[in-house]
């Protein structure tokens, strides 16, 4: 789409990648704005991973955690919530989807007006979330997929993400906490034992919290039986452009751990 688009409340330019509404500019990443631009073209439907790395990263191998990270941006930038999506859904195992009304301005937006300060609080809000997004885009070979779990029939788990906590006391790293947010939706939809839910449905509820371990920001997770009964803990290690990976490398642990308890007599 090259002409203005309303996505909701929200005026989207794909030409500058500003997103505008009353007196509010915000101004994606040119790789936020080429994935937002794409979702926009097929607005109510699924759009899957392989076309969404295809279009926007141009076919490149790269991890899907990219493109968890870059929706995260977007997801941030809209004041949308994963949990309770009013812009953009996570179909798990399968892409994403937008399901906002949108439609075409035909006309260009606004002059963007930021001052200097809020532009210079925006970069450093975005400082860590975007090493995060470095990092995993930068990964060139496919995180390894669902292994462990060889001839192990029990049923799947079901498993709601809270939004990752900041627990560091420190708001330049609520970009990094969002960004994580979608990095354990992701790991927790592509496993095979266990099933994402919605928040407030009957399951197992799993926690994030982003802490400072060692001096380095790390992640540490702790999933929670419907009953409260703490039923596994994990820390993923930093730094925070390791993170992705260490994520995902807990997150397989967890669908390990809860097989086996389920298979306990």
């Known amino acids: 789409m090259s002409d203005d688009i309303q996505l909701g409340s929200w005026r989207f330019s794909p030409s500058t990648g500003s997103l505008s509404r009353e007196d509010e500019t915000v101004r994606l990443e040119v790789r936020a704005?080429?994935?937002?631009?794409?979702?926009?073209?097929?607005?109510?439907?699924p759009v899957s991973l392989a076309e969404i790395i295809d279009r926007v990263w141009d076919?490149?191998?790269?991890?899907?955690?990219?493109?968890?990270?870059?929706?995260?941006?977007?997801?941030?930038?809209?004041?949308?919530?994963?949990?309770?999506?009013?812009?953009?859904?996570?179909?798990?195992?399968?892409?994403?989807?937008?399901?906002?009304?949108v439609s075409q301005t035909g006309a260009p937006a606004g002059k963007t007006t930021l001052t200097a300060s809020g532009a210079l609080s925006r970069r450093k809000t975005l400082l860590l979330?975007?090493?995060?997004?470095?990092?995993?885009?930068?990964?060139?070979?496919?995180?390894?997929?669902?292994?462990?779990?060889?001839?192990?029939?029990?049923?799947?788990?079901?498993?709601?993400?809270?939004?990752t906590e900041n627990a560091t006391e420190d708001e330049g790293h609520d970009a990094l906490a969002t960004a994580l947010t979608e990095v354990v939706l992701y790991e927790v939809s592509r496993r095979k034992g266990l099933m994402l839910v919605g928040s407030g449905e009957a399951g197992i509820e799993l926690s994030s919290r982003l802490i400072l371990w060692n001096g380095q920001e790390s992640l540490s997770l702790d999933a929670?039986?419907?009953e409260g009964e703490?039923?596994?803990?994990?820390?993923?290690?930093?730094?925070?452009?390791?993170?992705?990976?260490?994520?995902?490398?807990?997150?397989?642990k967890l669908d390990v751990a809860l097989a086996q308890q389920a298979e306990a007599p």
């Open 59 to 101: 076919g490149r191998s790269v991890s899907p955690n990219s493109v968890a990270v870059v929706i995260a941006d977007i997801r941030k930038a809209l004041g949308d919530d994963a949990r309770r999506p009013q812009y953009i859904e996570t179909l798990p195992k399968r892409g994403y989807r937008v399901i906002a009304p």
């Open 33 to 45: 704005a080429s994935l937002l631009d794409v979702l926009c073209a097929q607005a109510g439907k």
């Open 224 to 226: 929670v039986s419907p």
């Open 129 to 163: 979330g975007g090493l995060v997004a470095a990092a995993v885009i930068s990964l060139i070979l496919i995180l390894p997929g669902n292994s462990g779990r060889k001839g192990m029939t029990v049923p799947l788990q079901p498993v709601s993400v809270l939004p």
């Open 230 to 252: 703490s039923l596994w803990k994990g820390i993923a290690p930093g730094p925070a452009e390791r993170l992705p990976r260490q994520v995902a490398r807990e997150i397989r």
